[in-house]
């Protein structure tokens, strides 16, 4: 086994024993001083189950892909998972539900923070930026106190990680076509469904005023959010045509977005038994479609600090 494979492995290795110990360590238990780990018990295995799946994806996807440097992981990769893991669950939690909440079927709020694990997997691999997405996203929903929706957590890895894989192109403009037709194929497919499904019923949101949840219907523009993002995704790809690096991880911020937080809505089909058009309409949009905003507006913003930093301190 090579070196690169074995990080790899250890990496994932960490994201499965840190979710396992607290799935079914805290998963049952009251809160914890400030965190609350708890899980829904009677879907417990499910819910691990597609945090199973969600981490053998990201293998796969390195497995056909082992020989590139991307996968390579050092201590300087080690600490920016941390780094990164930290700052998206202070930042989540700043920016949960008791601030903007979303109507939706589940527990969804604006989360600007999003922008984190999408930079820190564009700057420093996959690896770190699933990572980065996986527990940062965890810890900031137990900081809530509502507990966790682990599999939501994994999905929010997959953002960083896939927004990372531009690191397997050598030239990334190569890529940035083929990622934007397919990520604008998926937001207009998600949009088409909201306006086929308008009035989707029972969504349930977090009332902050008065610490219940209550029953309304998906807001018109969290139902084309999405596309809203979209429309800025393409204003920054083009307007920025001649800088690589914010072209590309918008581009690609923006894949990590829909698949990640799709894979996440998708697996609530069958974990708390939601029709498809509702886990899409309910779930999918309300998160996918700010989060697709934040990459726009903010993703540039990093990228342009850290190429500024880098060009500094001359790297």
Excluded at 123 to 136: K, L, M, Q, R, T
Aim: hydrophobic share 55%.
């Amino acid at each position: 086994m090579s070196k690169t494979m074995s990080s790899v492995l250890v990496s994932l290795g960490v994201v499965l024993a840190i979710f396992a110990i607290v799935m079914f360590g805290f998963g049952a238990s009251d809160p914890l001083g400030p965190f609350n780990f708890s899980v829904e018990q009677a879907t417990l295995a499910l819910r691990f189950g597609f945090v199973v799946l969600g981490l053998a994806l990201a293998f796969a996807v390195y497995f056909f892909t082992r020989e590139h440097k991307a996968w390579e992981i050092g201590t300087r990769e080690v600490v920016y998972m941390a780094i990164g893991a930290a700052l998206y669950a202070i930042f989540s939690y700043l920016f949960n539900g008791t601030v903007f909440a979303v109507p939706s079927v589940s527990q969804v709020a604006l989360r600007p923070a999003i922008a984190i694990p999408m930079f820190f997997g564009y700057a420093f691999g996959p690896v770190v930026g699933f990572f980065s997405g996986a527990v940062g996203n965890m810890f900031g929903d137990a900081l809530t106190g509502f507990g966790l929706s682990p599999q939501w957590s994994i999905g929010n890895g997959l953002v960083g990680f896939i927004a990372g894989l531009v690191a397997l192109f050598r030239d990334k403009k190569q890529s940035l076509n083929t990622v934007l037709y397919l990520g604008a194929g998926l937001a207009v497919l998600a949009g088409l469904l909201y306006f086929l499904n308008t009035n989707q019923a029972n969504l349930n949101y977090f009332n902050p005023e008065d610490g219940t949840f209550g029953e309304t219907q998906l807001s018109l523009f969290a139902g084309v959010s999405i596309l809203v993002g979209l429309g800025l995704v393409l204003g920054v790809r083009f307007a920025f045509s001649n800088s690589e690096d914010i072209a590309a991880a918008v581009t690609w911020s923006m894949l990590g977005n829909i698949l990640g937080i799709g894979f996440a809505a998708i697996s609530d089909v069958w974990i708390n038994g939601f029709s498809l058009p509702a886990a899409i309409v309910g779930e999918f949009l309300p998160a996918a479609g700010p989060n697709l905003i934040f990459a726009a507006v903010l993703v540039p913003l990093l990228v342009v600090a850290y190429t500024a930093v880098q060009r500094q301190s001359g790297r």
